[in-house]
T-cell receptor, first 115, second 113 residues
Framework: NAGVMQNPRHLVRRRGQEARLRCSPM?????VYWYRQLPEEGLKFMVY????????ESGMPKERFSAEFPKEGPSILRIQQVVRGDSAAYFC?????????????FGQGTRLTVV | GEDVEQSLFLSVREGDSSVINCTYT??????LYWYKQEPGAGLQLLTY?????DMKQDQRLTVLLNKKDKHLSLRIADTQTGDSAIYFC?????????????FGKGTKLSVKP
């Protein structure tokens, strides 16, 4: 059973371009969470999705950021018109259900660098 | 609002015990967690403790929870060079799953041979 897979591992974008980050949850997991880790910081919650639904996007910036988790395929975090401040590591976690007894497994992250 | 505080650095000698401390603010947190992050890697869940427990031991790891003071600690016995990493404390926010967590900034543990 493969773990949470994120790709690409490293992504370089020029200012103004779009970044698309992918997350394939563990098999059987239908809940996905995205976190951002700025340099020298802890992880900050961005968004929680179930298949085809956004459940909690309280941590998402109001503009340029969007997330989806379609019925088929990976979850996508999309950042439009990237700026230098978007440079960070973006982590995805997945869990099979939403309850406090469930462990969420983290992927290895995508490190976005905006030049 | 919710906040989790940790000291940023800890340096110990190989074979000594390491104690990493954390304070949190959400008194209704049901679970508290310790994660390990090695350079360039994702987060690995080390252990967690339910809020109605005072202590949990798992091999070399001991977690102590003082709910009154909202203080959590992680003790690593017989620290090895392979334990060098950043350790994150995290709390689950009210009504959230384990995936919706508030993280501290991390404590960088350096183990000297």
């Amino acid at each position: 059973n493969a773990g949470v897979m994120q790709n690409p591992r490293h992504l370089v974008r020029r200012r103004g371009q779009e970044a698309r980050l992918r997350c394939s949850p563990m098999k059987g997991h239908s809940h996905v969470y995205w976190y951002r880790q700025l340099p020298e910081e802890g992880l900050k919650f961005m968004v929680y999705l179930q298949k085809e639904n956004i459940i909690d996007e309280s941590g998402m910036p109001k503009e340029r950021f969007s997330a989806e988790f379609p019925k088929e395929g990976p979850s996508i975090l999309r950042i439009q018109q990237v700026v230098r401040g978007d440079s960070a590591a973006y982590f995805c976690a997945s869990s099979p259900r939403r309850d406090s007894n469930t462990e969420a497994f983290f992927g290895q992250g995508t490190r976005l660098t905006v030049v | 609002g919710e906040d989790v505080e940790q000291s940023l650095f800890l340096s110990v000698r190989e074979g000594d015990s390491s104690v990493i401390n954390c304070t949190y603010t959400d008194s209704s947190s049901t679970y508290l967690y310790w994660y390990k992050q090695e350079p360039g890697a994702g987060l690995q869940l080390l252990t967690y403790i339910f809020s109605n427990m005072d202590m949990k031991q798992d091999q070399r790891l001991t977690v102590l929870l003082n709910k009154k003071d909202k203080h959590l600690s992680l003790r690593i016995a017989d620290t090895q060079t392979g334990d060098s990493a950043i350790y994150f404390c995290a709390e689950s926010i009210s009504g959230g799953s384990q995936g919706n967590l508030i993280f501290g900034k991390g404590t960088k543990l350096s183990v000297k041979p």
